[in-house]
């Protein structure tokens, strides 16, 4: 079986996480600087294929009330425009607390915020796929 993807958009940079194969777990990947769109859908194709993956998930920022914000919008915009230089399938999941998720992690790992700014990204992408991966079990 192939891996699923999640990313976490931020502006300044991009957070990715894998399954295993089986869809079973989810682990953080890389957090890749956001330098641009086209040098982000290079990077994420060699990944797409060195790692077998078959479907990405991307994290939404809606708020709270489940309505749109600005960043909502951008996110989208992202992966609309994604969607036409990949031809892996992608889906929008619902990303709220994912970050608060991401922060209380990496605080039961010991790490200070500094020391785990440069992980947050990718552990952030960990907890969208997970919330995924938790409601998609019949993979």
């Known amino acids: 079986m192939s891996r699923i993807l999640a990313i976490d958009h931020g502006s300044k940079r991009i957070g990715i996480a894998l399954s295993d194969p089986l869809r079973i777990f989810a682990k953080p990947f890389a957090t890749l600087p956001n330098s641009g769109f086209k040098k982000f859908v290079t990077r994420l194709k060699e990944i797409i294929a060195e790692q077998d993956v078959s479907l990405i998930v991307l994290g ?9 914000t600005p960043k909502t919008l951008e996110v989208e915009a992202f992966g609309l425009k994604l969607k036409k230089y990949i031809d892996t399938e992608l889906v929008f999941w619902d990303e709220r607390y994912s970050s608060s998720e991401a922060d209380e992690a990496l605080k039961t790992m010991g790490l200070s915020w500094e020391e785990g700014k440069s992980a947050r990204d990718a552990m952030a992408a960990t907890m969208i796929l997970k919330s995924y991966l938790e409601n998609h079990e019949s993979n």
Request: aromatic content about 12%; overall charge neutral; hydrophobic content about 45%.
């Open 60 to 68: 939404m920022p809606w708020a709270i009330d489940g309505s749109k």
